[in-house]
């Protein structure tokens, strides 16, 4: 969940949740297809002896086995950065999630990939959330996360993947979450 976009009322509680579209993903993606089309370039300019990069001379390059090897890291890199680049335009696990009071239902909501898995909404009556448990894991991979804890359920993720949200935000929306639905804050 991300404190900066949130609505919020007496009644109806949404937090905007962040996923693919964050500047990580659209600078590595950007490298990658710089890089990558560098390398097929270079591969290129060694088979047909013209030079196809303005910054240097590939056409030097003897094409097996030199030229063959920088356009298999040119091919893989440019399908790694089409890979990036199909995440960033799909927001894979962007979404929110919304408490409602009014209609009695919490609704957590993802963008996935494509087919059935393109929309990934569930729903469960207020009745049935037990808690909000916090995960805090520090070390050489720390993990801070909110989970929503539903009667007979696995725990339901509601923070973002990537980056650990600070702890002090962390802790304040844990609380306003649970404050809003009336259930106990575990994990503090």
Do not use: C, H
């Amino acid at each position: 969940m991300t404190a900066s976009i949130q609505t919020s009322t007496d009644r109806v509680l949404k937090y905007s949740v962040l996923g693919a579209r964050r500047f990580s993903n659209y600078w590595w993606a950007t490298i990658v297809s710089l890089g990558a089309t560098g390398f097929f370039l270079a591969s290129l300019s060694s088979y047909l002896q013209t030079n196809l990069l303005p910054f240097a001379d590939p056409t030097s390059l003897i094409f097996i086995p030199q030229g063959v090897a920088m356009g298999f890291y040119g091919v893989a890199g440019i399908t790694l950065a089409s890979y990036l680049w199909v995440i960033i335009a799909l927001d894979v696990g962007g979404g929110y999630n919304e408490f409602n009071k009014e209609t009695g239902q919490v609704r957590i909501f993802r963008s996935g990939f494509f087919g059935k898995n393109r929309k990934i909404e569930i729903e469960y009556p207020l009745d049935n959330v037990q808690a909000i448990r916090v995960d805090i894991r520090e070390g050489l991979n720390p993990k801070r996360a909110l989970y929503l804890r539903i009667k007979g359920r696995p725990d339901i993720p509601l923070t973002r993947v990537g980056q650990p949200l600070p702890l002090s935000d962390l802790e304040n929306q844990g609380a306003e979450l649970a404050r809003f639905l009336q259930v106990p804050l575990e994990g503090l």
